[in-house]
């Protein structure tokens, strides 16, 4: 029987946390789960489902393993996935809910298009009080899981205010977010909040190796990532490091004359990657930051950094790619 990969140590303290405020009945109808990008939250909250879902828990308050619902999550785990994300990353790899229970609510195609919406839109989250009203299934706790709850329509919003108004035993709405900025504070006041923050560095490396990482490559790539375990990964299971490597050998580039800032812009629209060159572009500035007591310098650093986070908003729009990250570049050019 296939089960739920494991928490990592920084999702097993939130955890713990969780089950502790449950224990002392302080955990409440609506919370927000928040944390980084690929910090692991949804993880987090599988795992907390199973365990509220459990029918039979065991003495300590975790999931049984055997009882119906503890079935369903398994066999939920051995089911292909079916999420699908706007920016084309991978979906999450344990499927969606076969769990009567259990509903999440994420990125769903556009019926029209067939493609990935950027956001999620208000018939679904009308749907999650249409599924917070209904009995429960398999009679034990019901779940509504929210990912990422920062991409819901604005408008969509007062809905969602709607469902945390009505609170009731045994329900549960978890919302998950990495940039609390976007959503209304009417949300963040209704809700509690449980957050999952980077770990110490010894303890990021150490996981890193468990999952098969050489060493080496992993202080480059929790370096680069600033600490954050997640995003290592996720850089050297995929092509990130790679693409990391690129985006700053064409900035030292630019910087030596070597290069023309058209020219690279035109490279890095033309392979739909551009949102991660930017950032990438925009965390180098940070690493060249940091000790930095020139004025001068950093003045400079500072309007790069702006300039690479501007351009990649413009990407969404409708300004032309290549020259949205040209006016990127434009300062990393000689002097
Ligand atoms: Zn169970």
């Given at each position: 029987?296939?089960?739920?990969?494991?928490?990592?140590?920084?999702?097993?303290?939130?955890?713990?946390?969780?089950?502790?405020t449950?224990?002392?009945?302080?955990?409440g109808?609506?919370?927000?789960?928040v944390?980084?990008?690929?910090?692991?939250?949804?993880?987090?909250?599988?795992?907390l489902?199973?365990?509220?879902?459990?029918?039979?828990?065991?003495?300590?308050?975790?999931?049984?393993?055997?009882?119906?619902?503890c079935?369903?999550?398994?066999?939920?785990?051995?089911?292909?996935p079916?999420?699908?994300r706007?920016d084309?990353?991978?979906?999450?790899p344990?499927?969606?809910?076969?769990?009567?229970?259990?509903?999440?609510?994420?990125?769903?195609?556009n019926t029209?298009?067939?493609?990935?919406?950027?956001?999620?839109?208000?018939e679904?989250?009308?749907?999650?009080?249409?599924k917070?009203?209904?009995t429960?299934q398999l009679?034990?706790?019901?779940?509504?899981?929210?990912?990422?709850?920062?991409?819901?329509?604005?408008?969509?919003?007062?809905?969602?205010?709607?469902?945390?108004?009505?609170?009731?035993?045994?329900?549960?709405?978890?919302?998950?977010?990495?940039?609390?900025?976007?959503?209304?504070?009417?949300?963040?006041?209704?809700?509690?909040?449980?957050?999952?923050?980077l770990?110490?560095?010894?303890?990021?490396?150490?996981?890193?190796?468990?999952?098969?990482h050489?060493?080496?490559?992993?202080?480059e790539?929790?370096?680069?990532a600033?600490?954050?375990?997640?995003?290592?990964?996720?850089?050297?299971?995929?092509?990130?490091?790679?693409?990391?490597?690129?985006?700053?050998?064409?900035?030292?580039?630019l910087?030596?004359?070597?290069a023309?800032a058209?020219?690279v812009?035109?490279?890095?629209?033309a392979?739909?990657?551009?949102?991660?060159?930017?950032?990438?572009?925009?965390?180098?500035?940070?690493?060249?930051?940091?000790?930095?007591?020139?004025?001068?310098?950093?003045?400079?650093?500072?309007?790069?950094?702006?300039?690479a986070?501007?351009?990649?908003?413009?990407?969404s729009?409708?300004?032309?790619?290549?020259?949205a990250i040209?006016?990127?570049?434009?300062?990393?050019?000689?002097?």
């Amino acid at each position: 029987m296939s089960l739920l990969p494991p928490l990592s140590p920084w999702q097993q303290r939130a955890y713990e946390q969780a089950c502790g405020t449950m224990r002392a009945g302080y955990f409440g109808h609506a919370t927000l789960i928040v944390g980084p990008e690929h910090i692991g939250k949804r993880l987090f909250a599988e795992h907390l489902a199973r365990r509220v879902l459990c029918l039979s828990p065991l003495a300590d308050g975790e999931a049984c393993g055997t009882c119906k619902s503890c079935h369903l999550f398994a066999s939920r785990a051995q089911m292909e996935p079916l999420e699908v994300r706007p920016d084309g990353a991978p979906s999450h790899p344990w499927g969606h809910s076969a769990h009567p229970d259990l509903l999440f609510v994420g990125y769903e195609n556009n019926t029209k298009t067939g493609k990935p919406r950027s956001e999620l839109v208000i018939e679904q989250i009308r749907g999650i009080s249409d599924k917070l009203g209904l009995t429960s299934q398999l009679g034990g706790a019901q779940v509504v899981i929210v990912d990422p709850t920062d991409a819901i329509n604005w408008n969509a919003f007062n809905a969602l205010l709607k469902t945390l108004e009505e609170p009731q035993p045994g329900r549960y709405l978890w919302l998950l977010a990495s940039n609390l900025a976007r959503l209304p504070a009417t949300i963040r006041s209704r809700c509690q909040r449980l957050e999952l923050r980077l770990p110490p560095r010894d303890e990021a490396l150490q996981w890193l190796q468990t999952r098969g990482h050489q060493v080496s490559l992993a202080e480059e790539a929790l370096d680069a990532a600033r600490g954050h375990p997640g995003l290592a990964d996720a850089w050297i299971t995929g092509d990130g490091l790679a693409l990391r490597r690129d985006v700053q050998k064409d900035a030292q580039a630019l910087q030596r004359g070597q290069a023309e800032a058209l020219e690279v812009a035109q490279r890095w629209a033309a392979d739909g990657r551009a949102p991660e060159r930017l950032r990438h572009l925009a965390e180098l500035v940070l690493q060249q930051a940091s000790g930095l007591t020139d004025a001068g310098a950093a003045r400079t650093l500072a309007e790069r950094f702006d300039a690479a986070n501007r351009a990649r908003g413009l990407l969404s729009t409708t300004v032309r790619a290549d020259l949205a990250i040209m006016e990127a570049l434009l300062g990393w050019r000689a002097k």
